[in-house]
């Protein structure tokens, strides 16, 4: 990846942090946006420790201003954009009879809008890097979720926000695979990061008792696969990748 640029959001933790440096290890010069700005000053200074070059890029992603300005600064800073990784996320689950709205608006707002208005901001550059970049090819991978693929009682609106990545990534994927810009869906099961830590007790409670002792997935897992996806050679598109622990059933 040495030479190319990459937008990792939802960098503070998880698979967004492993993601960012694994791609740095490999070369890349990676932004890292989220809200948490000391997370990600950590996350920079280890990166530059190794010789790597990261920007750290404060933003909420739900804010289309905030969404915009990450990939412009991205560009202004870095230099050009061939990879960006649309991976901030919130997971709210319960039933929908009773639910608190405003945990829905969130995972609107967040997994899918945050999603749209990266993708729209950095199309152009991503066609500009498959154009004239080194390597004549750009990449969008979106993270979704066995969820995307699978609705179950109790996660609903996250299954209807990660469908709806999943709709997405495939119209875009035919709009601008012709100009050499990939588009690529991975769904992860379940990975152990703090994502689940955000749900009521006794939403977590119930996927406790729903995962049982499986050995979960490492954000460096799906990092792991993140980097596959991006460093195929031009001719080749992995248009999804659906990854889950050994031991998970559904
Ligand atoms: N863990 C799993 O089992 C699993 C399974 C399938 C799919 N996924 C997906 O993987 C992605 C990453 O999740 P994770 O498991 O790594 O969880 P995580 O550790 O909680 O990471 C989520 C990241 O998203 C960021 N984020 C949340 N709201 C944001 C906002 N409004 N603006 C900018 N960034 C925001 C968080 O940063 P800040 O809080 O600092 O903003 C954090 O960096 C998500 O899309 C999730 O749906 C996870």
């Given amino acids: 990846m040495k030479g190319t640029v990459a937008l990792v959001t939802g960098a503070s933790s998880g698979i967004g942090e492993a993601t960012a440096l694994l791609f740095a290890e490999r070369g ?3 932004a890292l946006a989220a809200r948490r700005a000391d997370r990600l000053d950590a996350l920079a200074a280890k990166i530059r420790d190794t010789g790597g070059t990261a920007l750290v890029i404060e933003a909420d992603v739900a804010d289309e201003e905030q969404a915009r300005a990450a990939v412009a ?18 997971m709210l689950l319960g039933p929908v009879d009773g639910a608190p ?4 608006r969130r995972m609107v707002h967040v997994n899918l809008l945050g999603l749209l208005y990266c993708a729209h901001a950095a199309l152009p550059h991503l066609i ?16 979704s979720s066995v969820a995307g693929r699978v609705a ?15 709709a997405f990534s495939e119209a875009l994927r035919q709009e601008v695979t012709g ?8 769904e ?22 729903r995962f049982g002792n499986i050995e979960r997935l490492q954000s460096a897992d799906i990092a792991d696969a ?10 080749v598109a992995v248009n999804e990748m659906l990854v889950r622990p050994t031991e998970q059933v559904g």
Wanted: charged share 25%; proline share 4%.
């Fill in 188 to 209: 992860p099961g379940a990975t152990d990061t703090e994502l689940r830590t955000h749900n009521r007790p006794e939403i977590q409670e119930q996927l406790a008792a």
């Fill in 226 to 235: 993140i980097l596959y996806v991006v460093t195929r050679p031009r001719h």
């Fill in 28 to 30: 890349a010069a990676v």
């Fill in 73 to 90: 600064r991205t560009v202004d800073e870095l230099g050009r954009l061939d990879t960006l990784v649309n991976n901030a996320g919130v």
């Fill in 101 to 104: 709205v405003e945990e829905w």
């Fill in 128 to 143: 500009s890097a498959a154009e004239s970049g080194p390597r004549r090819v750009a990449d969008m991978v979106n993270v």
């Fill in 152 to 166: 179950r009682v109790g996660t609903g609106v996250y299954n209807a926000t990660k469908f709806g990545v999943g």
């Fill in 179 to 186: 100009r050499h810009v990939r588009i690529s869906l991975v």
